[in-house]
């Protein structure tokens, strides 16, 4: 700064004062964060956290704590397994969930094969329970997230003691496959045992039946980059504008016995029904429950007219789901929120320009709120709190879309409004199995205070308003500076006029 300063002092002409400034101006904008720019690469991770590296082996595995969120990267190769280690009881049911982020862009290749698996085995070998999650026949990079269960449960041959534990992440990629390093995200999440006997059998029948969605105008909530700033949705309609290769994300509070009905419609721009030409799985649409395991998912092709893409009848959330057959309708198994992503495909940018699409959700939560389970303890994030509740009405959480699409897409993020309008997945389970839990204490669908999410959700826009109050510091230190220069030649000029 004391260079800086004399650097200012020795300027005597406009034009010097004037190229002194935009180099302060400069310097300002080069300490602006890259995502300010339409990075590509926009995922916004969790607030605080921390770094960890992956081991490679379980032997010097570092160690996770169970409730907090950490930032890692895997490779390819002797560099695409890495090991991370976490103590667990005998008593809570655990989740361990990795979210994967590839670079995007155009000059990145993948295939359908390309992903993620992650297991949780015991210190002897057992394993636990695996997933996997891939780019499936979109074949094109994007966020994608898997969770790996220890589930306690009477008469349990495996994975029942407390201990150390290891989630493993693994990296499939195809030799044709771009090499770069993806970005990780870790957590591992725990469910309290029941102070009763736990069911031990799903429920034999549900509401099955679609429910018609809600219709209206509908108000505009632009998603977020990922978990963390995922948009917080209620029933209605609402509007967004994803670019090629974006993908958004949104969330919805479940409480216990609520259904949740969805679908996502990519509507058709001025022209695009003269185009010959469809792009298969030009809409992607995924959803994931509180544990960040994936729920189900599907996609719609676009040939120039509108199209949808809308979830199968889903159960009402109940913790005896978690014995049902189907994966989609076991992973309903807690409160609390249930992430939705869409992506847009990158070839609709060849078919149909580099442009924004729009796309609108209908929501449809139906069913009142049940009692929740006799949880031994506070139920965290699976549960829905008043503060959640509040969260969605207001919509909390979005980011700022750049409008710039190359590499990463383009999204027209538009003015939110504060009202609203209207009243088969590609991951694949193994070693998984029943339930259960014990112990004593009690828990309401209430209880705690504040977001099941807060310890990992930002504000709306948070990244954004980072990035002006970077700006404004530099352009305020930068206008400071010339007010001082300025007066500092005037009165040197003043000087030299009375000598």
Request: proline residues 5%; charged residues 20%.
């Amino acid at each position: 700064m004391g260079r800086l300063m004399r650097r200012l002092m020795e300027v005597r002409g406009g034009r010097g004062l004037a190229a002194a400034v935009a180099g302060v101006g400069l310097c300002a904008a080069s300490a602006l964060p890259a995502t300010a720019a339409g990075d590509a690469d926009p995922y916004v991770f969790a607030d605080g956290a921390r770094s960890v590296a992956g081991a490679r082996s379980s032997t010097d595995a570092q160690k996770l704590r169970t409730g907090e969120t950490y930032r890692s990267s895997l490779g390819t190769g002797s560099r695409g397994t890495a090991y991370f280690s976490v103590e667990l009881d005998s008593a809570a049911n655990a989740y361990a969930s990795v979210v994967a982020v590839p670079p995007l862009g155009s000059d990145v290749k993948a295939t359908y094969s390309d992903g993620i698996s992650v297991t949780l085995q015991d210190r002897n070998g057992n394993r636990c329970d695996a997933e996997h999650a891939t780019f499936r026949s979109g074949a094109y990079p994007r966020p994608i997230a898997a969770a790996a269960e220890r589930l306690v449960r009477p008469g349990g041959l495996r994975c029942q003691t407390a201990g150390t534990y290891y989630v493993v992440v693994e990296r499939k990629a195809d030799a044709d496959s771009t090499r770069e390093t993806w970005g990780l995200e870790l957590k591992v999440a725990t469910e309290p045992g029941l102070v009763s006997p736990a069911p031990t059998q799903g429920p034999e029948v549900w509401p099955s039946a679609s429910v018609r969605p809600p219709t209206g105008s509908g108000a505009q909530r632009s998603g977020g980059t990922g978990f963390n700033d995922a948009r917080a949705l209620t029933s209605g309609v609402w509007k967004d504008r994803i670019g090629p290769g974006q993908s958004h994300f949104y969330r919805v509070p479940l409480r216990w016995g609520q259904q949740l009905f969805l679908d996502a419609e990519l509507g058709s721009e001025a022209g695009d029904s003269a185009r010959r030409g469809t792009v298969a799985g030009a809409l992607d649409m995924e959803l994931y429950n509180p544990a960040r395991a994936s729920v189900a998912a599907k996609e719609a092709s676009y040939a120039g007219d509108p199209t949808s893409a809308a979830f199968d009848p889903l159960p009402p959330v109940a913790y005896e789901n978690r014995h049902l057959m189907r994966d989609d309708e076991a992973a309903m198994r807690f409160a609390g929120w249930y992430y939705v992503k869409v992506t847009l495909n990158p070839a609709m940018a060849e078919k149909f320009g580099d442009r924004a699409s729009g796309v609108t959700l209908r929501v449809t939560v139906d069913g009142d709120a049940e009692q929740a389970p006799d949880y031994v303890r506070d139920a965290g994030e699976f549960q829905v709190t008043e503060g959640d509740l509040a969260d969605a009405e207001r919509g909390e959480g979005g980011a700022v879309w750049s409008e710039d699409s190359k590499g990463s897409g383009s999204g027209a993020g538009g003015a939110d409004e504060g009202s609203r309008s209207g009243s088969g997945s590609g991951s694949g389970r193994e070693g998984s199995g029943g339930s259960g839990g014990a112990s004593s204490g009690t828990a309401g669908d209430s209880a705690g205070a504040g977001s099941g999410s807060a310890s990992s959700s930002t504000s709306p826009g948070s990244g954004a308003m980072t990035v002006l109050g970077i700006a404004g510091i530099g352009t305020g230190t930068a206008l400071l500076l010339w007010l001082g220069v300025w007066r500092l030649v005037a009165v040197r000029r003043m000087r030299v006029r009375v000598r």
